[in-house]
């Protein structure tokens, strides 16, 4: 399948600090990313769609000011916590849209980041 | 408003013996449903997809079945192993905009 990586995989930081999460798609172009949260247990929330070239879409309740989102190419997507606080500690995971196979349409996930605020 | 939903939350399975994953959803724009597994601190690795055109998809071990009319499908592992120990997510998109919605998962336990 695709391979989707995320850097880094995990982060300490400061609160009040900004944190910056790359999401790429490595053998494949995503005009379309994902980006996820996930608390313990919880399954996945959906926090924003990312789009080549184009404004991310942000799911209701989620800041677009706290979680900037830039889809500079085909291939990369970032994730910007800005004025991180402990409650942004969670785990981030992005997701590339693949629609590159006859008949399929398949989001292929990174490794995940764990993002820790002290 | 859950529009995915898996209702057990774990599964404990003996190895060689076939594993059932439940999902069931409520939107009826979905027309296209995916399965994804996960182990902790790791993205979800992408399983097996079906299309609403279909009702089976076979992939060597793992077959979904989708009932669209009970809007309901099924993930079958046979025979499990205990590799496949891990938490379930089923998931659903509809063709606008290809956002998944997860269900809450299962987490599947195969035991020697």
């Known amino acids: 399948g695709a391979v989707v990586s995320q850097h880094p995989s995990w982060v300490i930081c400061k609160s009040g600090t900004s944190v910056k999460i790359e999401c790429r798609s490595l053998?494949?172009?995503?005009?379309?990313m994902f980006w996820y949260r996930q608390f313990p247990k919880q399954s996945l929330m959906l926090m924003a769609t990312?789009?080549?070239?184009?404004?991310?879409?942000?799911e209701q309740g989620v800041e677009k000011d706290k979680f900037l989102i830039n889809h500079a190419s085909l291939t990369l997507s970032t994730l910007t916590v800005t004025s991180a606080h402990p409650e942004d500690s969670s785990f981030y995971i992005c997701?590339?849209?693949?629609?590159?196979?006859?008949?399929?349409?398949?989001?292929?996930f990174g490794p995940g980041t764990r993002l820790t605020v002290l | 408003d859950q529009q995915v939903k898996q209702n057990s939350p774990s599964l404990s399975v003996q190895e060689g013996r076939i594993s059932i994953l439940n999902c069931d959803y409520t939107?009826?724009?979905?027309?296209?449903f995916l399965w994804y597994k996960k182990y902790p601190a790791e993205g979800p690795t992408f399983l097996i997809s079906?299309?609403?055109?279909?009702d089976k998809n076979e992939d060597g071990r793992f077959t979904v079945f989708l009932n669209k009319s009970a809007k309901h499908l099924s993930l079958h592992i046979v025979p499990s192993q205990p590799g496949d120990s891990a938490v379930y997510f089923c998931?659903?998109?509809?063709?606008?905009?290809?956002?998944?919605?997860f269900g809450q998962g299962t987490e599947l336990s195969v035991k020697p």
């Open positions: 079906i299309s609403s055109i279909k």
């Open positions: 990312s789009n080549e070239g184009s404004k991310a879409t942000y």
């Open positions: 998931a659903a998109s509809s063709n606008q905009g290809g956002k998944l919605i």
């Open positions: 053998d494949f172009q995503a005009t379309t």
């Open positions: 997701s590339a849209r693949d629609r590159s196979g006859a008949g399929t349409d398949t989001q292929y």
């Open positions: 939107n009826s724009m979905f027309d296209y």
